[in-house]
């Protein structure tokens, strides 16, 4: 059984990390087939989303602490310029919505390639671990990037430094995720989300992706600038057209991702 699960349906490219046995934590291979199967989201024209998840009762505990002191394994000086820094360039990069369902436990470099997604939804029963501190290392895989953008600079240091499990409805309520469903309706609800996300006009979601990519380090003037580029390319697009023919003539819009 491969360690990361691949399926397209109706346009929806499904991700299972497929290691439940450890937790779905990261082995090499697993992360290796990760950018690769990233890298088809992004080529494949039939794909306009992108749904990540973990099988079994965990989302990702983070690297396999296994493997990184095996001897004979790949070692630990290599694993962020490989393995980690990759995915999560390839995930911010992808002119495609990357949902990220986070079925149970996402802990180190699990929860932050969690978090780099462009919308995470949780189980009620999964939480979030910047697990480290306690191996003594630091939060990586864009940890110190997106925490203090999501949290604010207190209850990241406090996140980062303490290492602490927070619970989902905890993350959801403090802005670190989009939203908590029960767990009985998690499945079905983050899939249907996911849906709605492959029908919006794809290119437009991709601008809007980019433009938020460089937020976080543009000043205003040059976040306009930005804007004004992205929305010229946007009103060329088909889907443009037909979101406004279809305002005008009163109907629902049907885009193409054009
Ligand atoms: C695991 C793991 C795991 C192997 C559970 N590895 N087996 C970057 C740079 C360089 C080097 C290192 O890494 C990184 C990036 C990182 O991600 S560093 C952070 C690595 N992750 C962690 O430190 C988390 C370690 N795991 C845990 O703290 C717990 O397992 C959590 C809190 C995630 C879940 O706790 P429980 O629900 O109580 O499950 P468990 O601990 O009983 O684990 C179940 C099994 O999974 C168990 O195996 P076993 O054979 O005894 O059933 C664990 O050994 C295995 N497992 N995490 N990361």
Redesign the pocket.
Same mark, same amino acid.
């Given at each position: 059984m491969s360690s990361v699960l691949f399926e397209i349906r109706d346009q929806i490219a499904f991700i299972t990390l497929n290691r439940p046995?450890?937790?779905n934590?990261?082995s090499r291979e697993m992360a290796l087939l990760l950018q690769k199967r990233l890298d088809e989201c992004a080529s494949l024209h039939e794909v306009r989303a992108v749904y990540l998840t973990g099988a079994g009762?965990?989302f990702s505990?983070?690297?396999?602490?296994?493997?990184?002191v095996d001897p004979n394994g790949p070692g /630990?000086e290599p694993? /962020?310029r490989e393995l980690?820094n990759p995915i999560v360039s390839r995930i911010r990069n992808l002119p495609k919505p990357v949902v990220a369902a986070v079925n149970g436990?996402a802990?180190?470099?699990?929860a932050?390639i969690a978090l780099c997604c462009d919308i995470v939804v949780a189980a009620q029963s999964a $939480?979030f671990?910047q697990?480290?501190s306690?191996?003594g /290392?630091i939060p990586? $895989?864009g940890g110190t990037y997106f925490l203090p953008r999501l949290v604010g600079w207190q209850k990241a240091s406090a996140f980062a430094m303490l290492g602490e499990?927070i619970n989902a409805i905890e993350a959801e309520r403090i802005g670190m995720i989009y939203k908590v469903y029960d767990n009985e309706e998690f499945a079905g609800a983050s899939r249907a989300l996911t849906a709605v996300l492959a029908q919006l006009p794809t290119r437009a979601l991709a601008f809007t992706k980019h433009a938020l990519n460089y937020s976080a380090t543009n000043n205003l003037e040059a976040q306009l600038l930005l804007e004004d580029d992205l929305q010229q390319k946007a009103a060329k697009t088909s889907d443009y057209s037909e979101g406004v023919a279809a305002f005008l003539e009163k109907r629902p819009a049907k885009f193409s991702g054009e």
């Open positions: 046995d450890k937790l934590a990261f009762k965990a505990a983070g690297q396999d602490l296994a493997e990184v /630990l694993i /962020l980690y436990v802990a180190g470099a699990g932050n $939480s671990i697990a480290f306690k191996i /290392l990586d $895989s499990k």
